[in-house]
């Protein structure tokens, strides 16, 4: 399952520089596959996809920090916990019910996005 920041956001940015796939963006922001990955040129997104890493992808939100659900592994394979969770003083980096996943297929993202 993916995390999601509820709009309960302060905007502090405690929570980006924490994520190992730099999957937080601040609102408005643009983001890229390839930022804080191993990804480049053109890549095959595991649901068969074919896009550029380097392109800038629409932001999620506007007003308020974001997560980016294709690139958010819940710190799988770098850290016990969701550190985005652990770090945020309001308590809004909680769990995506709209992106339920295993174990396994986070553990899958992370490798692919990390090319290990």
């Known amino acids: ?9 302060i905007n502090c940015g405690a929570c980006e520089p924490e994520c190992p796939n730099t999957a937080i963006y601040e609102g408005a922001d643009d983001w890229r596959y390839k930022d804080g990955t191993k990804l480049t040129g053109t ?3 595991p649901d ?11 932001p999620i939100s506007d007003d308020i920090y974001y ?8 710190c799988k ?6 550190q985005c969770a652990a770090v945020c003083p309001v308590d809004c980096c909680v769990p995506d019910d709209n992106h339920v996943e295993s174990e396994e297929l986070l553990l899958q993202r ?7």
């Not at 399952?1 to 956001?9: F, K, L, N, R, V």
């Open 1 to 9: 399952m993916a995390i999601i920041i509820t709009d309960e956001c």
């Open 77 to 82: 394979g770098f850290h016990e916990e969701p």
């Open 110 to 116: 992370q490798s692919f996005l990390h090319n290990e």
């Open 43 to 45: 890549i095959v997104l």
């Open 48 to 58: 068969g996809t074919e896009m550029d890493a380097d392109a800038a992808q629409t």
């Open 67 to 74: 997560i980016v659900p294709g690139k958010c592994t819940e």
